[in-house]
């Protein structure tokens, strides 16, 4: 009876709940939260729909406790953690969440606080002008910042800001995503450019200040009790979020390979290639389920061979950076400049910065300096962290700037900026990859 593993009656009910509850998200958003909808406590591997199957949290504490600090307001505005993190999208927020929470609640949702409008002082004196205000934040991207202090290597020679963000001569205001708040347990850097870690490694030390200044920052809210910040701290660390089961592969710990939150919660961090589909490679169809499944899985082992491979045109590989274990992070914490920010690949609405290095006055233009922004070194413009790529599918856009649309738009993000180079069918073996993560 192998043929029921791959589409197992029990994961198609369970596929419908989760569908269910995806639907209900924003609702859950809007009118109260989604610990109401599940009396506080997610059990661990409870799946949530995405486009490529579902995708569930494991957590060490033995289940999602919805009760946590994290899904309560802790401010004077009515935002929580959960306001910007949802746990049915891979702890992030999709541009259509926040769409939904806006036409659900005519843009009263406390997500739709001036914090994060396109600018300081947005224009809410109608329900058209509030819209229009908000037209970053309903494509998932939120206002950040950060002052180039007079000690830099470099300094801002110029500036387009088309919204009004807040850029100045010496501010950089850009637009990111929230990165996923879960798979801390293999991470090294807090913030898209280790704002919060700072180069120390030290995450937990890193989550508490992330919290701490989150609180008195987005929720507007006075300073919370250290057992507050530990409280989020260590939840979060609790957490291991990863695709759990493809519609096209069946669940993706069948057969022996190892994906799914639960082997993720308890993957070492460890520096190499990624092996969880290896059981997968040249499975002969019907030899593990369907043969059209068995075709699906053994793509993924493909996929995952391009991924961990040096690709032939610029001698890299995605692993090369990517290079913990089966998380996708780096193991030593390292960013990377891999093009987002270029100039090229501005977006509507984004402010673009020439940026002047003091000493050899060469020029260069970006709409987000990341690391540089905290180091003040020319050379870590264009940083940022590596993400864990477990569960990404959950989460589109990508980057730190939601530039890709989705994992194919990512990939070729690669091919134009990085100089990788694939056939239609790699890019398709290794997105397949992709989602199975
Ligand atoms: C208004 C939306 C919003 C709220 C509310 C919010 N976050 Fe975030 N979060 C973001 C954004 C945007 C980023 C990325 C910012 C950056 O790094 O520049 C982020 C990043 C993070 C990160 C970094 C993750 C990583 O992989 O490096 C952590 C941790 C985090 N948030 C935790 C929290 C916690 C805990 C709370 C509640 C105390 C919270 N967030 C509330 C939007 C939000
Ligand atoms: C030079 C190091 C490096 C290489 C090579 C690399 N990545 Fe990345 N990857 C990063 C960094 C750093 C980020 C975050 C960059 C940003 O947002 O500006 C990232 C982001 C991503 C994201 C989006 C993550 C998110 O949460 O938005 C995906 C998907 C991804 N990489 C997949 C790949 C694939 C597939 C390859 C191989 C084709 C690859 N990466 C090669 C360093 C690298």
């Given at each position: 009876m192998t ?15 989760a ?6 998200s924003?609702v ?19 799946p ?10 494991f ?23 959960e ?5 049915q999208?891979g ?12 036409l659900?609640t005519?843009g009263n ?25 908000y ?8 206002r ?8 830099f ?9 088309p919204?009004?963000a ?23 850097n807090?913030g898209?450019?280790?704002?919060n870690?700072n ?13 701490d200044g ?8 006075p ?21 759990q089961?493809?519609?096209s592969a069946?669940?993706l ?19 190499g ?16 389920g ?21 690709n032939?045109?610029n001698?890299r590989?995605c692993n ?11 193991v ?12 090229r690949?501005?977006?509507?609405g ?7 290095n ?16 905290r ?11 590596t993400?864990?790529?477990r ?15 989705n ?9 134009t ?21």
């Amino acid at each position: 009876m192998t043929r029921s593993m791959t589409r197992p009656p029990a994961g198609i009910l369970l596929a419908t709940l989760a569908l269910a509850c995806t639907l209900a998200s924003p609702v859950a958003g809007a009118e109260g939260s989604i610990a109401e909808l599940f009396d506080g406590r997610l059990p661990n591997n409870f799946p949530f729909l995405n486009n490529a199957g579902t995708a569930a949290t494991f957590s060490t504490a033995g289940f999602v406790d919805l009760t946590n600090p994290f899904h309560v307001p802790q401010g004077t505005n009515g935002r929580s953690c959960e306001s910007c993190h949802l746990p049915q999208v891979g702890w992030s927020i999709r541009p259509i969440d926040v769409e939904l929470k806006f036409l659900l609640t005519q843009g009263n949702d406390p997500i739709f606080n001036a914090l994060d409008a396109n600018n300081p002082n947005p224009d809410v004196s109608s329900l058209q002008a509030k819209r229009a205000s908000y037209s970053m934040l309903r494509k998932g991207l939120f206002r950040r910042g950060g002052a180039i202090q007079p000690t830099f290597e470099f300094e801002i020679f110029a500036f387009d800001d088309p919204l009004g963000a807040g850029a100045s001569p010496t501010q950089v205001q850009a637009f990111r995503r929230p990165l996923a708040t879960a798979n801390f347990h293999i991470a090294k850097n807090i913030g898209w450019h280790d704002q919060n870690t700072n180069g120390s490694g030290d995450v937990y030390a890193g989550l508490f200040a992330q919290a701490d200044g989150n609180i008195t920052g987005a929720q507007q809210g006075p300073r919370a009790t250290p057992a507050t910040l530990d409280s989020i701290a260590t939840y979060e660390l609790g957490l291991a979020f990863a695709q759990q089961f493809s519609f096209s592969a069946g669940l993706l710990t069948a057969c022996g390979a190892k994906g799914g939150p639960e082997n993720l919660s308890a993957q070492p961090s460890a520096k190499g290639p990624f092996d969880l589909f290896d059981a997968w490679k040249n499975l002969r169809p019907g030899s593990c389920g369907t043969r059209s499944a068995d075709r699906k899985r053994a793509q993924i082992a493909r996929g995952q061979d391009i991924f961990n491979s040096v690709n032939a045109n610029n001698n890299r590989s995605c692993n090369g950076c990517h290079d913990a274990v089966n998380n996708g992070s780096n193991v030593d914490g390292r960013l990377f400049d891999v093009g987002a920010s270029q100039a090229r690949f501005r977006k509507a609405g984004m402010p673009l910065y020439t940026m002047r290095n003091k000493t050899t006055l060469l020029t260069r233009e970006t709409t987000d300096p990341g690391r540089a922004l905290r180091s003040g070194r020319w050379t870590d413009m264009d940083r940022f962290k590596t993400p864990s790529l477990r569960g990404i599918v959950a989460r589109a856009p990508y980057f730190h700037n939601g530039i890709a649309a989705n994992l194919t738009e990512a990939v070729r993000h690669y091919e134009t900026a990085l100089e990788f180079k694939y056939s239609d069918q790699e890019r398709e073996d290794l997105v397949a990859f992709l989602e199975a993560l």
